[in-house]
């Protein structure tokens, strides 16, 4: 029988975990979105338990510095410590009552993994099909996660959530190409490089022209049209993730009209939104929403 000692230092270690969990999230604040401070008391701590998952597990494979390999073994080990003993790391353990509490499955965490993994042999992708594949396992699973805290677990909202969260990593793509570049890693399909006369090398020299200004609207109304499609999650969802959803589409939606507004030209300037913007976003969102309850 566990003792009141055993209990009470096992609670004490779990308060630790997700303290751990929520300065991981806030030292990295603005991964969220400006309305994050709306989500309910109760659930922040999960939303930083998972948060902090997702991180590490990117970290392992851009920041750290040893045997990327072995580390990403010992982290899914630990994963599957959640689902069938005890975690060792700090997150692990706050994540593991986070899975308990929701009844969290442990594919979309393994999927997170998996894209690690693909980062590590994969530098290029041939395909647009090829790229979608990789977002299948790198943004869309932590839109499922978020559904799951919420109680959504139907494929109708998971494939709208899909659509939303493959649009934001492109748009991440298309924010970072210079940057990747240097890292060597080209997120742009070989296919498309190729239909419209761009070059890797142009890539890294920075060279802008008509052809990759082309090249660019196309992604970027390509990826548009993905926000389009998940624009209907707004409905399905109640409470602070309707908000939320709305920022994620609206904040998606303005890097590209940054993109298009200097004329595609991200290889010399990277695009972005400024508090001010993302306040007039989060305002934006919240009439959005009033609309949709008027119809």
């Not at 997700?18 to 806030?26: R, S």
């Not at 899914?76 to 009844?103: S, V, W």
């Not at 793509?173 to 890693?185: C, N, P, V």
Request: overall charge positive; charged content about 25%; some cysteine.
């Amino acid at each position: 029988m566990e003792t009141l000692i055993s209990r009470n230092s096992r609670i004490d270690n779990l308060k630790k975990a997700y303290t751990l969990c929520e300065n991981l999230a806030k030292s990295h604040y603005e991964n969220f979105t400006i309305a994050s401070w709306l989500i309910p008391k109760k659930k922040r701590k999960h939303i930083y338990a998972i948060y902090s998952y997702c991180r590490y597990t990117d970290d392992l494979g851009d920041e750290y510095h040893g045997n990327k390999q072995k580390a990403i073994d010992h982290w899914e080990r630990d994963l599957l410590n959640c689902y069938n003993g005890t975690p060792n790391h700090p997150y692990m353990i706050a994540l593991q009552q986070t899975i308990k509490e929701f009844d969290i499955p442990i594919e979309p965490f393994l999927k997170i993994i998996k894209a690690n993994r693909m980062d590590q042999t994969h530098k290029r992708y041939q395909t647009f099909s090829d790229l979608e594949k990789y977002c299948q396992n790198s943004a869309n699973p932590v839109g499922h996660l978020i559904l799951h805290l919420n109680g959504y677990k139907d494929i109708k909202r998971r494939t709208l959530s899909d659509y939303i969260c493959t649009a934001l990593q492109l748009s991440n793509f298309w924010q970072d190409i210079h940057r990747d570049y240097l890292i060597g890693r080209i997120y742009i399909p070989h296919e498309d490089l190729n239909r419209f006369g761009c070059s890797e090398d142009q890539l890294g020299r920075k060279y802008f022209n008509d052809s990759f200004r082309n090249l660019m609207s196309f992604e970027v109304e390509r990826t548009r049209h993905l926000f389009n499609k998940g624009y209907k999650l707004m409905e399905g969802v109640e409470g602070y993730l309707k908000l939320d959803v709305a920022l994620y589409i609206l904040g998606g939606l303005k890097i590209l009209d940054r993109i298009s507004k200097q004329g595609y030209d991200v290889l010399n300037t990277r695009p972005t939104i400024s508090k001010m913007t993302k306040t007039g976003l989060l305002l934006k969102a919240m009439l959005n929403i009033f609309l949709l309850r008027k119809r």
